[in-house]
């Protein structure tokens, strides 16, 4: 039987408190700080949704909307928004959580390409996605678009 599993099989959620270390030299949360934390939640989803090793093969559409300063808590959520053969499309969205009212602001939204793989270390097939709401497959509508710019861009050495 194909192998096949949720969008909410692998959801992650992390929060971080931004402390004096994860600081750059503007007294904002250091950019490569984020970007870690980021590529460790696709890294988590990508493992729970393939129950293997995985690598990270591309990240595009990195933005970041407002900075994260010390003593916030920056929540960050992943979730898988499609499958192709070997290679799964992590959705990772970052936020700033305000204590004073519990609300959440965005700060960053990444698209993760992670790629699974087998004993060999080399790239294997991932579980199929199912989806369970309409939001679910427009955002499979919008990954197979990311995924065809991607591969042109690939093509074309950019
Ligand atoms: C990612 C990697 C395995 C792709 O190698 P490859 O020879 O292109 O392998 P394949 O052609 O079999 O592609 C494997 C999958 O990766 C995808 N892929 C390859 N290059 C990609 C790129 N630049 N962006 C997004 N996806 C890509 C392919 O579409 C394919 O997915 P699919 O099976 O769902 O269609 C290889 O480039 C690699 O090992 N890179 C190093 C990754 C790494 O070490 N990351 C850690 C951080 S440095």
Redesign the pocket.
């Known amino acids: 039987m194909t192998e096949e599993r949720t969008v909410q099989d692998s959801i992650v959620e992390t929060v971080h408190m931004v402390r004096p270390n994860h600081m750059n030299a503007a007294g904002r949360l250091f950019g490569g700080m984020l970007m870690q934390w980021l590529?460790e939640v696709a890294g988590m989803v990508a493992k729970r949704h393939t129950r293997s090793n995985v690598?990270?093969?591309?990240v595009?559409n990195l933005r970041f909307i407002h900075g994260a300063y010390n003593g916030e808590m920056v929540v960050i959520i992943g979730k898988v928004t499609y499958?192709?053969?070997?290679?799964?499309e992590v959705r990772v969205d970052t936020y700033v959580e305000h204590l004073e009212d519990g609300m959440r602001h965005p700060i960053n939204r990444a698209y993760f390409?992670m790629?699974a793989?087998d004993e060999n270390?080399?790239?294997k097939?991932?579980p199929r996605l199912v989806l369970r709401s309409v939001e679910e497959k427009a955002e499979w509508d919008a990954a197979k678009k990311r995924?065809e710019m991607?591969?042109k861009?690939?093509e074309e050495g950019f």
């Open positions: 590529d690598i990270t093969a591309s595009d499958v192709g053969n070997t290679s799964l390409t790629v793989l270390d080399r790239p097939r991932v995924r991607r591969m861009r690939k």
